[in-house]
């Protein structure tokens, strides 16, 4: 890599850690190339992105961000997860970690935020932006189908009052 490419690096890792918003850091030592394209294709379906960069450059592109206090985890091999979304690339991350002992999460940021492990894992647990709105959507619609149900629940009940009166009359 030129002098030109490694300022490129680092200003396109600026732009990650400056806008993203949730970015994973994690140990990758002992993952095969089959592995790592599986991580990949995980976190792009999930709309995240998943980035190799050297410690240094990192170190230098985390200048002047929130992320700041985040560049001690920079050692040995590391891998930046990142997204927009604030659950897709921890969830992913953690997914892929429980299934592979060599894929370590160090922790993360959540724009000012720091996040350990545990921090990371956490976000992982919560429910993604799709599956919110879907529980909204039905939530919304239950009072719907139960004001229906209601409705009509005074219709059978007369349904069935007359019903009783009819067999009560022919019955004497």
């Known amino acids: 890599m030129d002098r030109a490419q490694?300022?490129?690096?680092?200003?396109?890792?600026?732009?990650?850690?400056?806008?993203?918003?949730?970015?994973?850091?994690?140990?990758?030592?002992?993952?095969?190339?089959?592995?790592m394209t599986d991580l990949r294709s995980r976190m792009k379906e999930a709309g995240a992105s998943l980035k190799v960069a050297k410690?240094?450059?990192?170190?230098?592109?985390?200048?002047?961000?929130?992320?700041?206090?985040?560049?001690?985890?920079?050692?040995?091999?590391?891998?930046?997860?990142?997204?927009?979304?604030?659950?897709?690339?921890?969830?992913?991350?953690?997914d892929f970690a429980?299934?592979?002992?060599?894929?370590?999460?160090?922790?993360?940021?959540?724009?000012?935020?720091?996040?350990?492990?545990?921090?990371v894992e956490a976000l992982a647990k919560l429910p993604s932006l799709d599956e919110l709105r879907a529980k909204l959507v039905g939530m919304i619609n239950t009072p719907a189908t139960r004001i229906a149900g209601v409705l009509q629940a005074?219709?059978?009940?007369?349904?069935?009052?007359f019903s009783a009166y009819g067999a009560k009359d022919e019955a004497a």
Request: glycine share 10%; aromatic share 4%; no cysteine.
């Open 6 to 35: 490694k300022r490129e690096m680092v200003s396109n890792l600026n732009g990650v850690f400056s806008d993203a918003g949730v970015v994973v850091v994690a140990h990758y030592s002992g993952l095969n190339v089959s592995q």
């Open 55 to 94: 410690n240094r450059l990192v170190k230098l592109a985390l200048k002047d961000t929130d992320a700041e206090n985040i560049s001690d985890l920079f050692q040995g091999p590391t891998v930046i997860a990142y997204s927009d979304d604030p659950i897709a690339a921890p969830k992913v991350a953690a």
């Open 98 to 119: 429980k299934g592979h002992e060599s894929f370590v999460i160090l922790g993360g940021t959540m724009g000012a935020t720091n996040l350990d492990k545990n921090g």
């Open 154 to 161: 005074p219709a059978g009940q007369l349904a069935r009052v």
